[in-house]
């Protein structure tokens, strides 16, 4: 079975352009997150999908920032337009129900990189 | 402020000696704890979690972690490290909702 995956690894963009990462959960997963992680910080909470429902958003830092999650499938994560401070990498992880013992499944993440 | 602190940044350690990896929490009650190791170049792979039960916890590649509710910690210890141990590890609780909180990670570094 195939894991979380995200589109790019790695990317590289100047302030003020897009970007637009990728996340395809595990075939089945309801529950679809997103994390960042600030160089040398904690890894922070963006928000939880369920199916194609944003269930929390609260850890969204601006409206620069916007997840879909089409047809409850994969989800994409746009930035724009980026800024330096949002250079991290962005942790995807799926899970399967909606209870408090489920495991968070993560992808590799995609280091951005904003100049 | 609910919070999760992992007090080591950087620890290094001789291949073959023991390790134990420090995590305490800050919640109103005991949270769902998790130990995540991320490998250069891999994702975030769960080691051990603990719901409740028996407080001392097995996870994979010979890891365990006990929960000490008196100290609010949920520290991680392995008897005798190898060299491919070396990798971050992060320390995660979760409380009523879905999302977790991450501590700042722990680099653990192998020297032979």
């Known amino acids: 079975e195939a894991g979380v995956t995200q589109f790019p690894s790695h990317s590289v963009i100047e302030k003020g352009q897009t970007v637009t990462l990728r996340c395809d959960p595990i075939?089945?997963?309801?529950?679809l997150y997103w994390y960042r992680r600030v160089m040398g910080k904690e890894i922070k909470f963006l928000l939880h999908?369920?199916?194609?429902?944003?269930?929390?958003e609260s850890g969204m830092p601006n409206n620069r920032f916007l997840a879909e999650r089409t047809g409850g499938t994969y989800s994409t994560l746009k930035v724009q337009p980026a800024e330096l401070e949002d250079s991290g990498v962005y942790f995807c992880?799926?899970?399967?129900?909606?209870?408090?013992?489920?495991?968070?499944?993560f992808g590799p993440g995609t280091r951005l990189t904003v100049l | 402020a609910q919070s999760v602190t992992q007090p080591d940044i950087h620890i290094t350690v001789s291949e073959g000696a023991s390790l134990e990896l420090r995590c305490n929490y800050s919640?109103?009650?005991?949270?769902?704890l998790f130990w995540y190791v991320q490998s250069p170049g891999q994702g975030l792979q769960l080691l051990l979690k603990?719901?409740?039960?028996?407080?001392l916890v097995q996870g994979i590649k010979g890891f365990e972690a006990e929960f000490k509710r008196s100290q609010s910690s949920f520290n991680l210890r392995k008897p005798s490290v190898h060299w491919s141990d070396a990798a971050e590890y992060f320390c995660?609780?979760?409380?009523?909702?879905?999302?977790?909180?991450f501590g700042t990670g722990t680099r653990l570094t192998i020297i032979p």
């Open positions: 075939s089945g997963h309801d529950n």
């Open positions: 603990y719901f409740s039960g028996d407080t």
């Open positions: 919640y109103g009650a005991t949270p769902y």
């Open positions: 995660a609780v979760r409380f009523g909702n879905e999302k977790l909180t």
């Open positions: 992880a799926s899970s399967q129900a909606s209870i408090s013992t489920d495991t968070q499944y």
């Open positions: 999908f369920v199916k194609e429902s944003k269930q929390d």
